[in-house]
């Protein structure tokens, strides 16, 4: 029997070839979008966060720091050595990466393990003591180790750095407040998809810790698959801060079924939700995760997460004044001050107000990024407003 053209195209064989001419079209933008003077951020955002990611460690050697606007002359400084002694983070950080066995490749010989772990240590002292403001975290560790496999320990430290006092700088504070108030973004974005598991998780009283090791480590603590990880790193760094709280959400959606056919009971819902499966579909998630960005930007659901933070603590007072440097929530409490000081917020139904301009949002956006980008939906958006939050490039030393 003849093979037809449509069973020869559809070829498991054939499907590796096209993956190789993507990969290698992908590479040579890559290539292009570093070697033009300026570098092509946008390009290398965009390669970040569409299917495959960078690809490989030597690229994420070259393209992360772009990612967080490092200057250039940072990048060849050699780390200064840490002072161990009297340092109030030692024992807590020493103790947390001897427990991190399991990041390591499997295999490796326990004598480049134990130098790794010595130089893990080194960077995340460095940091705190460059940077007093910054409390370590019990995860922080799983954060920087994946940088540390990456890109070592010298690019590692000014990676970490940057990321410290920008994307993870809520978790940093000396309490989590701010960190459960990102958290209190995970239910309004569930339910603007599927109210019916977030009312589930509602009765079940189950709460968002289930998801807090996802956030404070950026996935890495609970993810065994190294590939994986470095995948969701890719596209973290190349979006916005609070775009691990959208994967976040996603997964719950993916797994709504599990979740509607679970008891309805706070131990048994946590208890399911907290075991990430390994299987996950990663590039299908990550385009989801920024085409529900696009459609239920953080922006627009700040006043709810707002309203969980004052129901669950009081201090969302204190979290308003908190230190004016950029972080993650600083515009979007900016701008959900204008939103209600406006004066059709006061009389709009709250619903409506979020779901036509999203909408009518979508639908531009959908037909520019349908003739720029490959990734799905979100993608042209997502770079747009990383590029907005980015780190600002400092100019002089």
């Known amino acids: 029997m003849r093979t037809t053209r449509s069973d020869r195209s559809s070829s498991p064989m054939n499907g590796k070839q096209d993956w190789e001419t993507k990969r290698k079209r992908k590479i040579a933008d890559i290539t292009q ?4 003077d300026p570098v092509d951020v946008a ?3 965009r390669m970040a966060i569409s299917e495959g990611g960078l690809l490989t460690d030597e690229i994420r050697c070259q393209v992360w720091p772009w990612l967080l606007n490092i200057p250039p002359h940072l990048l060849d400084q050699e780390p200064e050595k840490v002072e161990r002694e009297n340092n109030k983070d030692y024992n807590q950080v020493l103790l947390d990466v001897q427990r991190s066995l ?25 940091v705190l003591q460059r940077n007093p403001q910054l409390h370590y975290y019990q995860g922080y560790h799983d954060i920087v180790v994946t940088f540390l496999l990456v890109v070592g320990e010298r690019l590692a430290t000014v990676l970490v750095e940057k990321l410290s006092t920008h994307h993870l700088r809520d978790f940093m504070d000396p309490t989590m407040d701010n960190t459960k108030h990102i958290l209190n973004y995970l239910m309004p974005i569930i339910e603007r998809v599927n109210p019916e598991v977030q009312d589930f998780m509602q ?7 289930f998801a807090l090791s996802w956030l404070i480590t ?7 698959d190294f590939r994986h990880v470095v995948r969701l790193y890719d596209f973290f760094l190349a979006c916005h801060p609070l775009m691990p709280i959208y994967f976040a959400a996603v997964i719950v959606l993916h797994r709504e079924e599990e979740v509607l056919e679970c008891e309805c009971d706070m131990a048994m819902v946590h208890h ?11 590039e299908t998630l990550i385009s989801r995760a920024g085409d529900l960005f696009v459609q239920f930007p953080p922006s627009e659901l700040a006043k709810e997460a707002a309203a969980h933070e004052s129901m669950a603590t009081s201090t969302f007072k204190d979290f308003e004044l908190a230190s004016t440097q950029q972080r993650p929530d600083t515009v979007l409490r900016r701008r959900r001050r204008q939103k209600q000081g406006s004066p059709e917020s006061s009389t709009a139904n709250p ?9 009518a949002r979508r639908f531009v956006r959908l037909a520019v990024m349908g003739l720029t980008v490959a990734l799905g939906a979100a993608a042209l958006a997502v770079v747009n407003t990383a590029l907005e939050w980015a780190p600002k490039l400092d100019l002089f030393p």
């Open 102 to 126: 399991r990041r390591f490749p499997p295999g490796m010989p326990d004598e480049q393990r134990e130098g790794l772990q010595e130089e893990l240590i080194d960077i995340i002292l460095r």
């Open 351 to 359: 619903v409506m107000t979020v779901a036509q301009p999203s909408t």
């Open 33 to 36: 979008a570093l070697s033009v």
């Open 218 to 224: 950026w996935f890495g603590h609970v993810l065994s």
């Open 272 to 282: 399911l939700l907290s075991q990430i499966p390994q299987d996950l579909p990663y």
């Open 43 to 45: 390009t290398l955002r």
């Open 203 to 209: 009765q079940a009283e189950v709460g968002t810790v």
